[in-house]
Structures are given as C-alpha cells and as structure tokens.
C-alpha cells in the first residue's frame, strides 16, 4: 500500500512539472498545492514561483515566502528525485538560477545526476569567461611585447586547474553534507522560519 502511495506521488509530481514546462499553469499550481498538504517539500517550492510571477495565481510575495518557510519545515520528506526532476525541468525552460537552487539541494541529499548537472552549468558559465580571456590575451600576444609574453605565461596558468585544491573542496563539501549536519542545517532552518512567523501566511 505504501509503495503504491508513493508511486501515485511520483506521478503526481511529474505531471505537474509537465503541465508547468508546458505553461498549463493552473493545472501545475492546483497539483503541487495538493501534494504540498500532503507534506511534499518539492511541491511547496515549486509554488513560490508560481506566486513570485503570478503563474497560474494572482502574483503574492508573501504567499511565495511562506511556501519556501513551508518547504524547508517539509524537509524530513524530502525526495532527492524530486528535486532533480524539477530542477532538469526549469533548465529546459531556460530558469537556470531555479534550477540551480533544486539541483543543489537534490545533491546535497546525494542523488547522484545532480552534481553532474550542476557541473555542466558552471563549465558552460566558465566556457564563456575563458573564451573572451583566451581571445583578448591572443589580441595582445600579436603585438608580441614583453608585457603580452609575460601575459601569455599568466593565461596558461589560470587555464590549469589545481586538482589537489579542487580534491579539497570536494571532501569538505561531503563534510558539511553530512547526514548528520543536514539535519541539524534543517532543525536551524525551520525554528528560524517559525520565529519569523512565514507560517502564519498560509491557508488552513
């Protein structure tokens, strides 16, 4: 019965991201309000766009913070494949800064596709600033003075990354992302958002 349970929501979930990739908003916003009282921390996030641009419910703020309060109170549920679908969703839709924020939470609950996204999103970012550099910094080395050669040396070092400090980062990232501390990052967040009352917005 259980699993019978979560296949419905599974389902639920991803029509509601299809009819919102395909601007069926008002079917998107009806479904993840429903699946949001049903304690599905994805779903209540997905309803602060729908308040912050007005899609498919007139356009509130206030409502949109209660939700992300509500969201972050959810999180005990929280489903990593949730998170990477709808974050997979509002990349093909072109909202990469929301995208970013669903996959980055679907990694630190470990699904395993998400860093790969998220990945794919900074080298795309970091294509586009290293393929200016590289063009200007050949401009300069045509005129072939000793300030462009010495140029040319600082470019191939930026170019190389530190493997040894990008290792670092890594474990530390695993550290902070424990199990243990997302849950006490968790505790914090919701008394937070008890103590500022969002809550207290939202619709019996």
Known sequence: MLSLTVQAGDDRFEYALHSYENERYSVAFSMFLDLSKE??????????????????????PTMAMAYLGLAVTQMNNYSPEFGYQAGLMLLRIGDKSLALEQLKTAAKYKHPLAPLEIAKLKLAGLKEGVLEATMWAMIALSYETDDAKKLESEVQSLLQIGRSDAQGLKEAWFRDNSAENLS?????????????????NLPE
Do not use: C, D, W
Request: aromatic share 2%; charged share 25%; glycine share 10%.
């Open 39 to 60: 304690g599905v921390p994805s779903a209540s996030a997905m309803l602060v766009p729908h308040y912050n641009k007005g899609l498919g419910v007139e356009i509130n």
């Open 184 to 200: 006490k990052e968790m505790k914090k967040m919701s008394k937070r958002v008890k103590l500022m009352g969002l809550l207290k």
